[in-house]
């Protein structure tokens, strides 16, 4: 009779508790890509594969502390939606505190204010297992741990119609080098809180969002190779990881219902670095831009066209021929609601490097769905 009587006060405490509960959240995203190895000397054939295009799932709450603050927290697992690699790598995961006046402080994993910025803009962002975005050539697109993040409350601008917000990510490398070892996340240089940092301010409205920011020895892949399927590659090597210092602009314009103008611009060097992959020494600069458009049918809602093209040059300081990657590529989808959507795309990639040239095109289909 004692048992049932604690366990009854147990239980009603619990009802009556206040803690927030907290959100189970992710998105499962695959896709059937088309992509035909296309071979430098020996035979072309024809590739299918599934991929798995950041799918993820995480867990967030919030907990009221006073009328201003609140604790937050999240931590995302990334998860192989085709079954090829291993689940539960590492995604953002904090702890923090949000003033509601002053901002919101996190310690961590997270992403950088510079990668952020790109989200707005590119507009096929984790297609083809994240290599048809601009993840696949540019720099910048970095998730790093060991850091401190600070996010401004968005200031209004009555006379522009819109806010400005501000974000900052200090970060230390607890004196073992750069790394990427772990997938997703990179770890920076140096034991001092703030050695490598990134920031960026932007303004958003309804007619425009516009935004910059600037990586400091930022650990990011040089010389992307985008969605390169090939066995017989006519320009060798692979992508370079180094310490990077990088300038990013963005901005979309919506003038019309509907209708997206996206632009990105974007110069990247290396900064000295222990652990720099040897060759990066070499690199003088890396420049990228991007276009895009996005097209909701205001007749038909469902319905969303869209097209984006993106290059990054890459120029060396020693004799080495300049290395160009292009990407373009095109596509529909089809939203069943605010949760699930399918979509078809085709694209392209051109790699040149002297003389050299690699050639990829991809076609596929996906569905994702978002919980």
Do not use: C
């Given at each position: 009779?004692?048992?049932?009587?604690?366990?009854?006060?147990?239980?009603?405490?619990?009802?009556?508790?206040?803690?927030?509960?907290?959100?189970?959240?992710?998105?499962?995203?695959?896709?059937?890509?088309?992509?035909?190895?296309?071979?430098?000397?020996?035979?072309?054939?024809?590739?299918?594969?599934?991929?798995?295009?950041?799918?993820?799932?995480?867990?967030?709450?919030?907990?009221?502390?006073?009328?201003?603050?609140?604790?937050?927290?999240?931590?995302?697992?990334?998860?192989?939606?085709?079954?090829?690699?291993?689940?539960?790598?590492?995604?953002?995961?904090?702890?923090?505190?949000?003033?509601?006046?002053?901002?919101?402080?996190?310690?961590?994993?997270?992403?950088?204010?510079?990668?952020?910025?790109?989200?707005?803009?590119?507009t096929f962002n984790n297609y083809v297992a994240n290599?048809?975005?601009?993840?696949?050539?540019f720099t910048g697109e970095n998730r790093i741990s060991?850091?401190?993040?600070?996010?401004?409350?968005?200031?209004?601008?009555?006379?522009?119609?819109?806010?400005?917000?501000?974000?900052?990510?200090?970060?230390?490398?607890?004196?073992?080098?750069?790394?990427?070892?772990?997938?997703?996340?990179?770890?920076?240089?140096?034991?001092?809180?703030?050695?490598?940092?990134?920031?960026?301010?932007?303004?958003?409205?309804?007619?425009?969002?516009?935004?910059?920011?600037?990586?400091?020895?930022?650990?990011?892949?040089?010389?992307?190779?985008?969605?390169?399927?090939?066995?017989?590659?006519?320009?060798?090597?692979?992508?370079?990881?180094?310490?990077?210092?990088?300038?990013?602009?963005?901005?979309?314009?919506?003038?019309?219902?509907?209708?997206?103008?996206?632009?990105?611009?974007?110069?990247?060097?290396?900064?000295?670095?222990?652990?720099?992959?040897?060759?990066?020494?070499?690199?003088?600069?890396?420049?990228?831009?991007?276009?895009?458009?996005?097209?909701?049918?205001?007749?038909?809602?469902?319905?969303?066209?869209?097209?984006?093209?993106?290059?990054?040059?890459?120029?060396?300081?020693?004799?080495?021929?300049?290395?160009?990657?292009?990407?373009?590529?095109?596509?529909?989808?089809?939203?069943?609601?605010?949760?699930?959507?399918?979509?078809?795309?085709?694209?392209?990639?051109?790699?040149?490097?002297?003389?050299?040239?690699?050639?990829?095109?991809?076609?596929?289909?996906?569905?994702?769905?978002?919980?």
């Amino acid at each position: 009779m004692k048992i049932k009587i604690v366990t009854a006060a147990v239980l009603g405490l619990l009802a009556t508790s206040t803690f927030a509960a907290p959100t189970i959240y992710g998105e499962i995203d695959a896709s059937v890509d088309y992509l035909p190895e296309k071979n430098a000397k020996t035979a072309n054939r024809d590739v299918w594969e599934i991929s798995s295009n950041s799918s993820f799932i995480g867990i967030k709450g919030d907990e009221k502390l006073t009328d201003r603050l609140s604790a937050v927290y999240a931590a995302e697992w990334g998860l192989s939606a085709d079954g090829d690699s291993t689940d539960w790598t590492q995604r953002n995961r904090f702890v923090g505190l949000k003033d509601s006046q002053l901002g919101t402080i996190k310690i961590g994993v997270h992403d950088t204010p510079v990668k952020q910025l790109s989200s707005v803009v590119d507009t096929f962002n984790n297609y083809v297992a994240n290599k048809a975005d601009v993840n696949g050539i540019f720099t910048g697109e970095n998730r790093i741990s060991n850091v401190v993040v600070y996010e401004s409350p968005a200031v209004k601008v009555p006379v522009l119609d819109g806010a400005i917000k501000v974000n900052a990510l200090l970060a230390t490398g607890e004196a073992t080098g750069i790394d990427n070892s772990k997938a997703g996340v990179a770890k920076v240089d140096g034991r001092g809180l703030g050695d490598s940092w990134s920031a960026s301010a932007s303004f958003e409205s309804r007619l425009l969002v516009a935004g910059i920011g600037y990586d400091k020895a930022i650990p990011s892949n040089f010389l992307g190779r985008g969605i390169l399927n090939a066995s017989d590659k006519a320009i060798t090597g692979s992508s370079l990881f180094a310490a990077a210092n990088t300038v990013r602009v963005i901005g979309r314009l919506n003038p019309v219902e509907g209708l997206a103008l996206k632009a990105l611009y974007q110069t990247s060097e290396v900064e000295k670095a222990l652990g720099n992959a040897a060759g990066s020494e070499n690199i003088d600069d890396a420049q990228g831009w991007l276009l895009g458009a996005e097209y909701n049918i205001p007749q038909a809602k469902s319905w969303t066209v869209k097209g984006q093209y993106s290059q990054n040059d890459t120029s060396f300081k020693n004799n080495t021929a300049d290395f160009k990657a292009k990407q373009i590529i095109g596509g529909v989808d089809y939203a069943f609601n605010k949760q699930v959507k399918t979509y078809g795309y085709a694209g392209y990639l051109t790699l040149e490097q002297a003389d050299k040239k690699d050639k990829q095109p991809v076609a596929g289909l996906g569905l994702e769905f978002k919980f």
